[in-house]
T-cell receptor, first 116, second 120 residues
Framework: GESVGLHLPTLSVQEGDNSIINCAYS??????FIWYKQESGKGPQFIID?????DKRQGQRVTVLLNKTVKHLSLQIAATQPGDSAVYFC???????????????FGGGTRVLVKP | DVKVTQSSRYLVKRTGEKVFLECVQD?????MFWYRQDPGLGLRLIYFSYDVKMKEKGDIPEGYSVSREKKERFSLILESASTNQTSMYLC???????????????????FGEGSRLTVL
C-alpha cells in the first residue's frame, strides 16, 4: 500500500496473477480519485479514475474500488503482465474553490515488480 | 495525442545558480502544474496556474517561482539553486475540471517526461 517516507512499498507478483494495490486517502471531502502508472524514465500516465458517487469502475484489465467509509482506494490489475511493472500512484482531488482548478494530492507510490 | 514537453531531461547545476525549467503543452489547457518527485514522497505540488499570468502556491513553493506569460508555456524558476532541490521535476496540464461542467473537480493530468535536476 501507499506510505510516506523514503522507502517505496513494493509488490512482487507472478506473471499472470492478479495484483491489488492499496491506497489510503486523507480528505473525506475528496470527490475525485485517479490512478497513475509511471514506468522508469517516464512521466506518470493515466490509468483509471473514479468519482465519489461510485464505488467501482472497470477499465481494460483494471478495476478501481472506492470505499469512502474507510477512505480507501484500490487498484486491481487482472492477469498481470511484465509491462505492468512500474510505480503506481493514487491521487485525490478535494473539491476546490473555483480558482483552484484541478489540484491533485498524490500518495507516495507503490512499486510493482512482475516476475516471469 | 496530448503532448507536454519539458525542455531539459537532465540538468546539473551548481549551488547558487539560477535555474529555468521550461514546459510547453499543445492542447490549449487552462491549468498547468509543477511537481517535484522524490522517492517515497510521491509527487508534491510546487505551483500551479489556471490562466495566463495567474499562479497559486502549491504545497512546497519555498525556493521556487513560476511564470506563465503564454497559455501554452509554464516555467519553473529556482532563483538560487540549493542541494536540497536536487530532484525530478514534472510538469503537467489539464483542461478546466476535465471539461465536464457537471463537476467542480476532476480530470486527467497529462505529464511531461520529467526533468532530473542535480545541484552540486
Amino acid at each position: 500500500g501507499e506510505s510516506v517516507g523514503l522507502h517505496l512499498p513494493t509488490l512482487s507478483v507472478q506473471e499472470g496473477d492478479n495484483s491489488i494495490i492499496n491506497c489510503a486517502y486523507s480528505n473525506s471531502a475528496s470527490d475525485y480519485f485517479i490512478w497513475y502508472k509511471q514506468e522508469s524514465g517516464k512521466g506518470p500516465q493515466f490509468i483509471i479514475d473514479i468519482r465519489s458517487n461510485m464505488d467501482k469502475r472497470q477499465g481494460q484489465r483494471v478495476t478501481v474500488l472506492l470505499n469512502k467509509t474507510v477512505k480507501h482506494l484500490s487498484l486491481q490489475i487482472a492477469a498481470t503482465q511484465p509491462g505492468d511493472s512500474a510505480v503506481y500512484f493514487c491521487a485525490e482531488n478535494p473539491p476546490p474553490p473555483k480558482t483552484a482548478g484541478n489540484k491533485l494530492t498524490f500518495g507516495g507510490g507503490t512499486r510493482v515488480l512482475v516476475k516471469p | 495525442d496530448v503532448k507536454v514537453t519539458q525542455s531539459s531531461r537532465y540538468l546539473v547545476k551548481r549551488t547558487g545558480e539560477k535555474v529555468f525549467l521550461e514546459c510547453v503543452q499543445d492542447m490549449d489547457h487552462e491549468n498547468m502544474f509543477w511537481y517535484r518527485q522524490d522517492p517515497g514522497l510521491g509527487l508534491r505540488l510546487i505551483y500551479f496556474s489556471y490562466d495566463v499570468k495567474m499562479k497559486e502556491k502549491g504545497d512546497i513553493p519555498e525556493g521556487y517561482s513560476v511564470s506563465r506569460e503564454k497559455k501554452e508555456r509554464f516555467s519553473l524558476i529556482l532563483e538560487s539553486a540549493s542541494t536540497n532541490q536536487t530532484s525530478m521535476y514534472l510538469c503537467a496540464s489539464t483542461d478546466l475540471w476535465g471539461g465536464d461542467p457537471r463537476y467542480t473537480s476532476g480530470g486527467e493530468l497529462f505529464f511531461g517526461e520529467g526533468s532530473r535536476l542535480t545541484v552540486l
